[in-house]
Nanobody
Framework: QVQLVESGGGLVQAGGSLRLSCAASGITFNTYVMGWFRQAPGKQRELVAAIGSGGFTNYADSVKGRFTISRDNAKNMVFLQMNSLKPEDTAVYYC?????????WGQGTQVTVSS
């Protein structure tokens, strides 16, 4: 059974930083593409960043230069370092594990950025 557990969300002032973590179990972690998505109220869920098993990364234009995704294959974890946070980054952030056309999701963690 796939399980993805996010942590690290919270309330931060604009310009601040947060680091999200996602612990994965029930999968052969190093064979999955891992990603972070977010969903703000009234908006569709969107990709924030993704990282392949070999470390290749992809970012949404809105977070390039501010967010960094990384993974630790030995610990089955993926991280999202978020710097220079803006109020528009406020959303529920979801961890995603993708392989062979199938998505697996965590329960989400709330990030709120105050102006």
């Amino acid at each position: 059974q796939v399980q993805l557990v996010e942590s690290g969300g919270g309330l931060v002032q604009a310009g601040g930083s947060l680091r999200l973590s996602c612990a994965a179990s029930g999968i052969t972690f190093n064979t999955y593409v891992m990603g972070w998505f977010r969903q703000a109220p009234g908006k569709q869920r969107e990709l924030v960043a993704a990282i392949g098993s070999g470390g290749f990364t992809n970012y949404a234009d809105s977070v390039k230069g501010r967010f960094t995704i990384s993974r630790d294959n030995a610990k089955n974890m993926v991280f999202l370092q978020m710097n220079s946070l803006k109020p528009e980054d406020t959303a529920v952030y979801y961890c995603n594990a993708f392989k062979a056309g199938r998505d697996n999701w965590g329960q989400g963690t709330q990030v709120t950025v105050s102006s």
